[in-house]
């Protein structure tokens, strides 16, 4: 098999992969860039961050590559038309739409003419999304990590339903780790895929080194479900915070509004980012259900040549049968 170029609006992306969008500054301007510099998509996710930060990580990106860059902004924060307004400014080339559902941004997006692709995990939201003018969707299974629009559904399950039912590129996401997860994601009809994960442990993630140590560790029965105040599911690596939060224990913690609607059973922004820091005790630290198969830590473009060659001997496999 061939791996197809990625077309979202007027954007062709040689590889079709996508980088996860993974905030608190997770994914910022230097993993974006090594992920656009090999032929994906490389995204900042920038839920949690002032507006020049923001800027400035758009930047540092446009300095690091040519590449397509985008964002990735969470809908139930309070600045979300803010942040993707922001970097529309910048010249940000697509904006993804996570953790929520919202019609303002198709608006915004068209009037500059910047893809918007969103999240979604039925037919009922990717014709919609379809609808109101999204240049893509990204169709998210129970397999993946953070916010969650299903706990039930395998992404392999989802795909070839949602790519009948749209003329918009379907991008499969949620426990693609190896090429051999990417080839079945396509063969069952996605256009492209994108992996959180596999590039959160990266030597370019900018999350901490004892964070990276701490997914290194990580093994099946630590990967678990929380409630987020956002209102929806979440995956999580397990810690004595998601222990205290799944057993009620409310911390306490200053409400800094960041979020539109919001349970106030922890401050999400503050947790995520104490564990991007390295506090793996009392932080939150999202993962994807398959984080136990990654056994190390490598660059951006040592997981795309893995990525690539594995492909290329299953190629090579089918050829021989």
Known sequence: MKLPELKIGNLVAKIPIIQGGMAVRISTSRLAAAVAENGGIGMIAGSGMPFDELRNEIRLARS????????????????????????IEEGIDLVVAGAGFSRDVFAIGKESN???????????AA??????????????????????????????????DIKNAVHIPVIGAGGIITGNDIAETLMVGADGVQMGTRFAMSRESNASSSLKDF???????????????????????????????????????VCKSCLKHCSHSFCIISALSRAQQGDV??????TGEYIYKIKEILSVKEI?????KEIESINTLSVCM
Do not use: C, Q, W
């Open 64 to 87: 690091l590559t040519k590449g397509i860059i985008g964002v990735n902004v969470m809908v139930a924060a309070r600045e979300f038309k803010a942040l993707v307004k922001t970097a």
């Open 114 to 124: 910047t893809p918007i692709v969103t999240m979604a995990s039925s037919i009922k």
């Open 127 to 160: 014709k919609l999304s379809e609808k109101l003018g999204a240049s893509a969707v990204v169709i998210e299974g129970k397999e993946a990590g953070g916010h969650l629009g299903t706990t039930n559904h395998s992404i392999k399950d989802l795909i070839a």
């Open 215 to 253: 997914y290194l560790k990580a093994k099946k029965d630590d990967v678990v479900l929380i409630n987020s105040p956002v209102g929806l599911p979440g995956r999580a690596l397990k810690n004595p915070f998601v222990e205290e939060i799944n057993e009620g224990i409310i911390p306490s913690e």
């Open 281 to 286: 005790d009392t932080g939150l630290v999202f």
């Open 304 to 308: 795309f040549n893995k990525l690539l």
